[in-house]
């Protein structure tokens, strides 16, 4: 089945600045790849996904990059604010339909500081 | 967007009970949805996916006879955590897909005591 890896564990970042976090996949057929942010015990939220037709895709100060070849995407935020500070995980799926399943990195837990 | 909804938010039971959790999908039809389980400070790990009227098809490790799910109608599945012990204490959250997204609930936090 599919492996997601997913590091940094946790990222401490100045206000303003950008952060990074990277993930990998192993199974090649993945197309997938949704980034979610979740706040302590609330629901995960979609903020950005990307498919295997792309490599990169931007939204404000969010954007997502794709390498299938290397098997691994990463989410890029910019001009970081403390509202950012959530834990942040990536997916990988074979296409989103019904009996196809996310799995998910282990998570980011980042900290903006003012 | 589409709405999935979980009941109960939070829920205590007693050691040796069984617990059950509700997922529905409010304004739409869902012949699929998954269960999750995030234990504190973890990741989500898929526990099993939901089928409307046939077995639901559960990940390897994961106890079909202790944590009974039912999907009975396309917009309601159910979660039953039976004899729960404390160390099934965890976040349980849904998911479904809709129109090639996927909405997750709320959420249902069990503490078993």
């Known amino acids: 089945g599919e492996n997601v890896e997913q590091h940094p564990s946790t990222l401490s970042v100045q206000e303003g600045d950008s952060a990074v976090i990277k993930c990998t996949y192993s199974?090649?057929?993945?197309?997938?790849f949704p980034w979610y942010k979740q706040e302590l015990g609330k629901r995960p939220q979609l903020i950005i996904d990307?498919?295997?037709?792309?490599g990169e895709k931007k939204d404000q100060r969010i954007a997502v990059t794709l390498n299938k070849t290397a098997k691994h995407f990463s989410l890029h935020i910019t001009e970081t604010q403390p509202e950012d500070s959530a834990v942040y995980f990536c997916?990988?799926?074979?296409?989103?339909?019904?009996?196809?399943?996310?799995?998910f990195g282990g998570g980011t837990r980042v900290l903006v500081k003012p | 967007g589409a709405v999935v909804s979980q009941h109960p938010s939070r829920v205590i039971c007693k050691s040796g009970t069984s617990v059950k959790i509700e997922c529905r999908s409010l304004?739409?039809?869902?012949?699929?949805m998954f269960w999750y389980r995030q234990f504190p400070k973890k990741s989500l790990m898929l526990m099993a996916t939901?089928?409307?009227?046939?077995?639901?098809?559960?990940e390897q490790g994961v106890e079909k006879d202790k944590f009974l799910i039912n999907h009975a109608s396309l917009t309601l599945s159910t979660l039953t955590v039976t004899s729960a012990h404390p160390e099934d204490s965890s976040f349980y959250i849904c998911?479904?897909?809709?129109?090639?997204?996927?909405?997750f609930g709320e959420g249902s936090w069990l503490t078993v005591v």
């Open positions: 997916a990988a799926s074979i296409e989103v339909a019904a009996g196809n399943k996310l799995t």
């Open positions: 199974d090649s057929a993945s197309n997938y």
């Open positions: 990307i498919r295997s037709n792309v």
């Open positions: 939901s089928n409307e009227g046939s077995k639901a098809t559960y």
């Open positions: 304004d739409f039809q869902a012949t699929t």
């Open positions: 998911s479904a897909i809709n129109r090639g997204a996927i909405y």
